[in-house]
């Protein structure tokens, strides 16, 4: 179990390393914001030297791993670098407001060949990607997904930092940089996080890791018992514009729930979160 103390995170899987990129305390009353961020890299230590790095001039509150594993950077009560150029709700420069966690996720990729590649070159398997369309924009891109010890953990620190400080707010950097950032993306659950920690709302008394929301673009889509075209069908044809909470992702296949749970061809599902 995490716990805050003296502004540092304590817990299992947890870790400090000093960031000299900061800017002192927060005022009084402050900081009442967390945003979310992608780190577009391939590791936490990747973002971690970026961080720790004075000639970069960038930092972060925390790093969350795919595995969950929480590396902290600067206090909480110390203003880190993770904002930029940036503005909401008639404010602006959101450095001085807010809290910045950083996931570890290489963000959009480019599709080559059967892959996708990263900016960075790397290339990830059609399973770790779907195909969906940023808030702040009209076309759709690919996107790794986030692991589910990633979105866990991000709401575990999201309840706990907002349990513990004057949290009004939950935001995407897209949100407040909407003009320059593309993150967290819209393969992060952000919307229910913040309906879950924000308003108290659950989903169908699930308090535990946060589904990614779909919508289905086909006229019809067939709900399969597994991943494959040959798998039973469990259940009548999804119609478009049906909902549905997708759990997992397989060779291009999305594992969803609506009445029933089962798997349908990711190509005819468009994300909403």
């Known amino acids: 179990m995490l716990k805050i103390n003296n502004h540092l995170l304590e817990g299992e899987k947890t870790a400090f390393i000093t960031s000299p990129n900061k800017s002192g305390k927060f005022i009084q009353g402050l900081p009442d ?15 971690i030297n970026t961080f720790t790095n004075p000639a970069y001039q960038v930092s972060a509150h925390l790093v969350v791993d795919y595995d969950g594993s929480v590396t902290q950077l600067v206090p909480f009560d110390e203003i880190a670098w993770h904002a930029g150029v940036s503005s909401w709700g008639g404010r602006t420069g959101f450095n001085k407001y807010s ?28 399973a770790k990607v779907i195909k969906a369309v940023n808030r702040n924009e009209t076309k759709t891109r690919f ?25 009004k707010y939950i935001l995407g950097h897209e949100e407040i940089a909407p003009q320059r950032k593309l993150d967290p993306g819209p393969a992060f659950p952000l919307n229910r996080l913040r309906d879950r920690i924000l308003n108290g709302r659950k989903d169908n008394g699930n308090d ?19 991943a494959d075209t040959q798998s039973a069908k469990v259940a009548k044809a999804l119609v478009n514009g049906t909902q549905v909470e997708i759990f997992d992702s397989k060779n291009g296949w999305y594992k969803v729930a609506v009445k029933v749970t089962g798997w349908v061809s990711g190509k005819y599902i468009e994300i909403e979160n």
């Open 33 to 47: 914001t967390l945003i979310i961020h992608f780190t577009a890299g391939p590791s936490a230590l990747s973002a």
């Open 99 to 126: 809290i910045g966690i950083e996931i570890v996720n290489p963000g959009n990729l480019t599709k080559v060949g059967n892959e996708y590649q990263a900016w960075y070159g790397t290339k990830y398997p059609a």
């Open 143 to 167: 996107w790794h997904i986030f692991s589910p010890d990633e979105i866990e953990k991000a709401m575990e620190l999201c309840r706990l930092l907002t349990d513990t400080y004057n949290i």
């Open 208 to 226: 535990g890791t946060l589904p990614v929301i779909g919508k289905v673009i086909a006229t019809k889509l067939n709900i399969r018992e597994l």
